[in-house]
């Protein structure tokens, strides 16, 4: 009974023992929880103002930039402003002083430069045609040449007409479209229509064939849009002719039909002003 008795209590206090040990365990955990919630939520408030802080000195950055680059931009403008006020104030002194001097040096400075912007104007129609000219000369359609200071467009004769003929051929009519398109483009130039031949047959019926073929061509071309005023006519029979009419090969090269390109001359009087 005595060791039933011992037993008993060896039983109750190791109970206790676990007891007191499990209350401890907890007490211990809701510490360290607690501890690791308040480091939480420390961490957490100190990110929240880092943040913050970032966010502050960002729009600040930005409004130092946005006000420097206002700045900038009126110092700019500012000193853009002030350097013409004084080219004008210069100018303005310099035809005070001149008087009448300073006046006409105005106006022959813009008449100098309208006659630039005229010359520039005239330069690129004349490249846009010797391109057009020369894609047709590669082709074999026609000769450029130049004559006495003159433009000279020149088509064999036997491409456009039949010996002895003032018809055009049908194929003829392809060639002198897209020359006609080229002459357009100098509408403000007058050009004259030169039919030519060689000396075979008598004089007076050169005379009306190359005249008569010149005519045909000047049609032709009002016909494709080429004003009327722009554009003469004449025959020269075989009296300027540019091979040996000794030989087939010359007299071919005789029969032809020419393009002199006239100058303008009230364009070159501005220009040479």
Not at 105 to 110: A, G, N, P, Q, S
Not at 153 to 161: K, N, R
Not at 200 to 222: C, H, P, Y
Not at 233 to 239: C, H, M, Q, T
Request: hydrophobic letters at 45%.
């Amino acid at each position: 009974m005595e060791l039933t008795m011992r037993t008993a209590l060896f039983a109750a206090a190791i109970g206790l023992a676990c007891l007191t040990n499990a209350c401890v365990m907890q007490s211990t955990y809701d510490k360290d929880l607690a501890d690791l919630n308040a480091a939480i939520a420390k961490n957490k408030q100190e990110a929240t103002d880092t943040l913050d802080a970032a966010g502050k000195k960002c729009a600040q950055d930005k409004a130092t930039l946005e006000a420097a680059a206002m700045a900038a931009a009126k110092a700019a403008a500012d000193k853009a402003a002030a350097e013409t006020g004084v080219v004008k104030r210069d100018l303005d002194a310099c035809v005070a002083a001149g008087g009448d001097k300073g006046k006409a040096l105005l106006e022959c400075t813009k008449e100098r430069d309208a006659a630039k912007d005229r010359l520039a104007r005239v330069q690129a129609s004349i490249d846009k045609v010797k391109q057009a000219l020369q894609s047709m000369a590669a082709a074999g359609k026609l000769e450029v040449k130049e004559r006495s200071g003159f433009l000279i467009i020149a088509l064999a004769g036997d491409i456009l007409f039949d010996i002895g003929k003032a018809k055009l051929k049908d194929e003829a009519s392809g060639v002198l479209r897209e020359l006609a398109n080229i002459l357009k483009l100098m509408a403000d130039r007058g050009f004259q229509v030169a039919g030519h031949s060689d000396d075979q047959g008598d004089e007076e019926k050169n005379w009306s064939l190359s005249m008569e073929r010149a005519l045909t061509v000047v049609r032709f071309l009002i016909k494709e849009g080429v004003p009327g005023k722009s554009v003469s006519a004449g025959g020269y029979a075989f009296y300027q002719p540019t091979a040996d009419n000794a030989t087939p090969e010359g007299r071919t090269k005789n029969r032809r039909v020419e393009f002199m390109l006239m100058p303008n001359l009230s364009e070159l009087l501005r220009m040479g002003k």
